[in-house]
């Protein structure tokens, strides 16, 4: 059973950046993609980036694209979503989520553990 635990949520004005974290129980850099996900209030959970278990590839959701960047610290077993440009559409619960395997899904379903969430709020 991995454990994912977010954190660096907040409140930021819009054009701001923030950077999130997503700390894991046990090492994953072996075995385990791994994502961000989103939901707003009143919205579906929505994709917004992932990364392979060695950090060779990443996908991003075109909404973000370009504004966000996923990585990944393999000695640390942490993932971080850096984002920038931020704007009040961003706002969301964020999630980090794990995945068993080589390929990194953009389906939450696809996906086998994830964290509690952390809340950013962009201010317009």
């Known amino acids: 059973q991995v454990q994912l635990v977010e954190s660096g949520g907040g409140l930021v004005p819009a054009g701001g950046s923030l950077r999130l974290s997503c700390a894991a129980s046990?090492?994953?850099?072996?075995?385990?993609?791994m994502g961000w996900f989103r939901q707003a209030p009143g919205k579906e959970r929505e994709f917004v980036a992932a990364i392979t278990r060695n950090g060779g590839t990443t996908v991003y959701a075109e909404s973000v694209k370009g504004r966000f960047t996923i990585s990944r610290d393999n000695a640390e077993n942490t993932v971080y979503l850096q984002m920038n440009s931020l704007k009040s559409e961003d706002t969301a619960v964020y999630y980090c989520?794990?995945?068993?395997?080589?390929?990194?899904?953009?389906?939450?379903?696809?996906?086998?553990?994830w964290g509690q969430g952390t809340q950013v709020t962009v201010s317009s």
């Open positions: 989520a794990a995945r068993f395997g080589l390929w990194v899904p953009t389906t939450q379903g696809e996906y086998d553990y």
């Open positions: 046990e090492r994953t850099s072996s075995s385990y993609a």
